[in-house]
């Protein structure tokens, strides 16, 4: 089984009912999808959650995916990414270290944030 990170973007636009592209993953056999403290905290971030009631569905919405925790190794490589210029800001260099540390491909609708990586395979293509 593949593993892929969905990115925030992608949560965002299925919990709005604005993007069927997460169902079609989420139905499909062959992806294990995986979150991670960053896309998690970008997530719940969001404005909509204030009632205890949205926070609970958010919970359960994040519940659903696997988590990849971070780790020394990824704060380094995200280090490096936002050194040498690959990447803009820091929780993007995180998501997109998460995806090389772990040979993990990226679910994400903002590809412009990511087209600098080496190695990074996004998807949709």
Known sequence: MKQLLVDTNI???FSKGHSRLLGEY?????WQLMVNPVIVAEFVND???ITAVKRKKAKE???LFNHIDLNKAIGFRAGELIRSGQVDYLGDALIAATCLMGKTSLLTSNKKHFKKV?????LPR
Do not use: P, S
Request: charged residues 30%; proline residues 0%; glycine residues 10%.
């Open 61 to 63: 919405f994040i519940g």
């Open 26 to 30: 989420l139905a499909a056999k062959e």
């Open 47 to 49: 404005q909509r959650l």
């Open 118 to 122: 080496k190695g990074l395979k996004l």
């Open 11 to 13: 949560l965002i636009d």
